[in-house]
């Protein structure tokens, strides 16, 4: 497995794997939901992204294809603070801990800029996403609301959009962890 930061070219090749990757992640969609899903997810992904945020976004590639990638940055509007925008691992490579090594190499390279903490954020339902977070340290930032035990902010990313936003501290700390 080879690492390294993105740069602008990626932003195509990553953009081409979001359909296959999250294919069926909702269960069944109509090809319209699976499109729409699609789009979605793709603006998420802005080409900003790979043109300003490349010293700590990485792209994980295996035999010259992606095989993960994180998408972060230092946040300009609280500096000790760095934030994961958007992370896929390829299906098969899940469980195996490409995901894990893409965020410690975030944690380093956040610390290393001075950042005390890592923030991030996903979907309630996202149980899979949850328990990820949980096994590396971050904790769950109080909600408004709970879903199955897990604290929910209500519209957080717009009306209907509520997430469970995450936390981490940096330092002594970011050796802990489990499994993954």
């Known amino acids: 497995m080879r690492?390294?930061?993105v740069v602008e070219p990626d932003h195509g090749r990553v953009?081409?794997?979001l359909s296959s990757w999250w294919a069926g992640a909702l269960g069944d969609e109509s090809p319209e939901v699976r499109a729409r899903r699609q789009?979605?997810?793709s603006l998420l992904l802005p080409r900003l992204f790979f043109q300003h945020f490349g010293p700590?976004?990485?792209i994980a590639e295996q035999e010259g294809e992606i095989a993960a990638f994180l998408v972060g940055f230092r946040s300009e509007s609280h500096p000790e603070d760095a934030y994961i925008h958007f992370v896929g691992v390829r299906p098969e490579l899940r469980g195996r801990g490409v995901g894990r090594?893409?965020?410690e190499r975030f944690f380093a390279r956040a610390a290393?800029?001075?950042c005390t903490a890592v923030r991030s954020v996903t979907s309630p339902m996202n149980t899979g996403s949850y328990a990820f977070h949980h096994r590396l340290g971050f904790r769950a930032e109080p909600g408004d609301f709970e879903v199955d035990g897990r604290p929910v902010k209500r519209d957080y990313d717009g009306p209907g959009l509520d997430r469970v936003a995450f936390v981490r501290p940096l330092g002594p700390i970011a050796a802990i962890g489990?499994?993954?």
Request: hydrophobic share 45%; aromatic share 10%.
């Open 3 to 5: 690492f390294r930061s």
């Open 15 to 17: 953009l081409s794997v």
């Open 39 to 41: 789009l979605e997810r």
């Open 56 to 58: 700590l976004s990485e």
């Open 101 to 103: 090594a893409l965020y």
């Open 112 to 114: 290393a800029l001075g």
């Open 178 to 180: 489990g499994g993954e």
